[in-house]
């Protein structure tokens, strides 16, 4: 069946590998296989139908449990994977990071920082070299004290973003909130200076060109910001609903003018 797949044969991989699961129920990796096959194919609602049929007919396999999970976290169904975590009586899920740091994305993404943060720092506590958490972590203390104006949790978001920085150099998303950050603390500079190695990583996020286009109009320097806004209306800008074209529009307008 994976041989079929790899050959492009896609219809027949999938055909062969449901036979399989029905008739060797047991066989745990037929199910990964085929859960995989309509992942590529951003098939994803039929890929976690297919795990959570294996977690059904084979009830004590925890990978099929977390790769379950996970795919849920990429599908945001976020209060079924908070339910699947809380209900779990898998020990595997104790001493498992990634469930914890999926459990802290679902509750991050459903506005529950506090249940998020310890969700994250118990993953911390499993994996101190995991730049995903401290980022996430960092995210959600920049939130916080966007709410607060607490100075230490700018001070914990600046020093988490920087942690997952010195783990990963290639990891894009922690430039974008360092900038974030540095730029609600006054540090604009230093603000252009992270979005602008964002951008050098990852062309086309969208994040770095959007808030590089919003700093240099705010420094006055209109030409650079419209070389960033004018890259990000050409990469997103049909995405955007109607309010935030009109108010793209307007900043481009307002960069010719400068």
């Not at 802290?104 to 993953?123: F, P």
């Not at 730029?183 to 770095?208: F, Q, R, V, Y």
């Given at each position: 069946a994976?041989?079929?797949?790899?050959?492009?044969?896609?219809?027949?991989?999938?055909?062969?590998?449901?036979r399989?699961?029905?008739e060797?129920k047991?066989f745990?990796?037929?199910?990964?296989?085929?859960?995989?096959?309509y992942?590529?194919?951003?098939?994803?609602?039929?890929?976690?139908?297919?795990?959570k049929?294996?977690m059904?007919?084979?009830?004590s396999?925890?990978?099929?449990?977390s790769?379950?999970?996970?795919?849920?976290?990429?599908?945001?169904r976020?209060?079924?994977v908070?339910?699947?975590i809380?209900?779990s009586?898998?020990?595997?899920m104790?001493?498992d990071?990634?469930?914890w740091?999926?459990?802290?994305?679902a509750?991050?993404n459903?506005?529950?920082?506090?249940?998020?943060?310890?969700a994250?720092?118990?993953?911390?506590s499993?994996d101190?070299?995991?730049p995903t958490?401290?980022?996430?972590?960092?995210a959600d203390?920049?939130r916080l004290?966007?709410?607060?104006?607490?100075?230490?949790?700018?001070?914990?978001?600046?020093?988490?973003f920087?942690?997952?920085?010195?783990?990963?150099?290639?990891y894009?998303?922690?430039y974008?909130?360092?900038?974030?950050?540095?730029?609600l603390?006054?540090?604009?500079?230093?603000?252009?200076t992270?979005?602008?190695?964002?951008?050098?990583?990852?062309?086309?996020?969208?994040?770095?060109?959007?808030s590089?286009?919003?700093?240099?109009?705010?420094?006055?320097?209109?030409?650079k910001a419209?070389?960033?806004?004018?890259?990000?209306?050409?990469?997103?800008?049909?995405l955007?609903?109607?309010?935030?074209k009109e108010?793209?529009a307007?900043?481009?307008?307002?960069c010719r003018?400068?």
């Amino acid at each position: 069946a994976m041989d079929l797949n790899k050959k492009g044969k896609v219809n027949e991989a999938i055909a062969l590998l449901s036979r399989l699961i029905d008739e060797r129920k047991g066989f745990v990796t037929a199910y990964y296989d085929l859960a995989q096959v309509y992942y590529h194919m951003d098939r994803l609602s039929e890929a976690i139908n297919v795990l959570k049929l294996g977690m059904e007919r084979v009830p004590s396999d925890y990978e099929l449990f977390s790769n379950f999970v996970s795919s849920l976290v990429i599908a945001r169904r976020y209060d079924e994977v908070i339910a699947a975590i809380k209900g779990s009586k898998f020990q595997a899920m104790e001493t498992d990071p990634v469930a914890w740091v999926n459990l802290g994305v679902a509750y991050s993404n459903k506005g529950d920082l506090d249940n998020a943060r310890t969700a994250y720092e118990k993953a911390l506590s499993l994996d101190d070299q995991n730049p995903t958490v401290y980022n996430n972590l960092a995210a959600d203390y920049l939130r916080l004290s966007r709410k607060t104006k607490d100075q230490t949790l700018f001070a914990r978001c600046i020093e988490y973003f920087k942690k997952a920085i010195e783990l990963d150099p290639s990891y894009v998303s922690p430039y974008n909130g360092l900038g974030a950050a540095y730029s609600l603390t006054g540090n604009l500079d230093g603000a252009i200076t992270c979005w602008e190695k964002a951008l050098e990583l990852k062309p086309d996020s969208g994040e770095a060109l959007l808030s590089l286009g919003l700093a240099y109009l705010d420094k006055g320097v209109g030409a650079k910001a419209l070389g960033y806004l004018n890259k990000y209306q050409e990469l997103y800008g049909r995405l955007l609903p109607q309010e935030e074209k009109e108010r793209l529009a307007n900043l481009i307008q307002k960069c010719r003018q400068k």
